[in-house]
């Protein structure tokens, strides 16, 4: 079954305590991305990656770290959380045509207090 | 700059009714593609359509439409005969194929409620 996988679903954590979210899809994609979820605000990308070892930054990459060592992973690393980051997050993949649908995660709500 | 606005940010309707959501989008692209996706109270995502930018056929599938003008830049949802299940957050969004991996750019969300 075609999936992408995102751990954990659920984190509260403290300010400035190092987290990762991990990210693992099983569908080959080329392109991987992060999205942060705020109400009123949609979803908004926060970094992406096109292939292994090629990252960049999207709309909303402060506070934020990713890397991309192998095709089907993609962590998102908050080195130093703070509780403006309290969101829900979405990771998702695409294949490299672009002209499918973006598959996503189960979402990881963490709250930093 | 490419933008999509969903103006409804809440609709509440009783079951039964017909609803339809409204999205209006932005790009100067003349290649783009156009989703809708649905959230439910469980939080993930569900991918419900994508239309591309050359196709403006409408479609139909179940109780679910869409409705795509490119004169008006719409690209319109609507539920018939709603049920309580359809009760969700439903997302507009847009992709410009080769724009920052693949992005989605997606639209404030309509929370929908469909009351018995």
């Known amino acids: 079954e075609a999936q992408v996988t995102q751990n954990p679903r659920y984190l509260i954590t403290v300010t400035g305590k190092k987290l990762t979210v991990t990210c693992s899809q099983n569908m080959n994609h080329e392109y991987m991305s992060w999205y942060r979820q705020d109400p009123g605000l949609g979803l908004r990308q926060i970094y992406y990656?096109?292939?292994?070892?090629?990252?960049d930054k999207g709309d909303v990459p402060e506070g934020y770290k990713v890397s991309r060592k192998e095709k089907r992973n993609f962590p998102l690393i908050l080195e130093s959380p703070s509780p403006n980051q309290t969101s829900l997050y979405f990771c998702?993949?695409?294949?490299?045509?672009?002209?499918?649908?973006?598959?996503f995660g189960q979402g990881t709500r963490l709250t930093v207090v | 700059a490419q933008k999509v606005t969903q103006a409804q940010t809440e609709i509440s309707v009783v079951e039964k009714e017909d609803v339809t959501l409204d999205c209006v989008y932005e790009?100067?692209?003349?290649?783009?593609?156009l989703f809708w996706y649905k959230q439910p109270p469980s939080g993930e995502l569900v991918f419900l359509i994508r239309r591309n930018s050359f196709d403006e056929q409408n479609e139909i599938s179940g109780r679910y439409s869409w409705n795509f003008q490119k004169s008006t830049s719409s690209f319109n949802f609507t539920i018939t005969a709603s049920q309580v299940v359809d009760s969700a957050v439903y997302f507009c969004a847009l992709s410009l194929i080769y724009n920052q991996g693949g992005k989605l750019i997606f639209g404030q969300g309509t929370e929908l409620s469909v009351k018995p």
């Open positions: 790009t100067r692209d003349t290649t783009y593609y």
């Open positions: 998702a993949s695409r294949s490299r045509t672009g002209v499918t649908e973006a598959f």
């Open positions: 990656s096109m292939n292994v070892e090629v990252t």
